[in-house]
């Protein structure tokens, strides 16, 4: 593909609002600090509250993002060595009851209907 991007999405049970607010304002700290050689490193980053919690769809999941990566190799950066995504982990850590992360590769902006 002369167009894979790397995206990543992951879901976060953060049962407490104000817990929930404390991580969509570290990935503001993300979407600033992430930097890769002195370099923003990270296509795009979304970070949302779920708004359907209420149902059984959402099996508890109370925040979503997805960042996009211009490759593997920014993607693994990210993953393991990123001091921004560091302190992210250090936030949600503390406060998240549960998380799941999927990784995909495809078109980015998205392929239209």
Known sequence: MSNSYI???????IPKEEDIDKVL???EVLRR???KDGEPYIVSN???RVINTSSPLSEGYTVASQ???K???DHEFYDKDCPA???????TGKVRQGVMTV?????WPEAKL
């Open 103 to 107: 990784v995909t590769e495809g078109e």
């Open 7 to 13: 995206k990543r999405t992951t879901l976060f049970k």
């Open 46 to 48: 979304v970070s949302r």
């Open 71 to 73: 490759n593997r190799e």
């Open 85 to 91: 995504h560091k302190e992210l982990k250090e936030v």
């Open 33 to 35: 600090t992430a930097v």
């Open 25 to 27: 304002k570290q990935y």
């Open 67 to 69: 960042s996009i990566f």
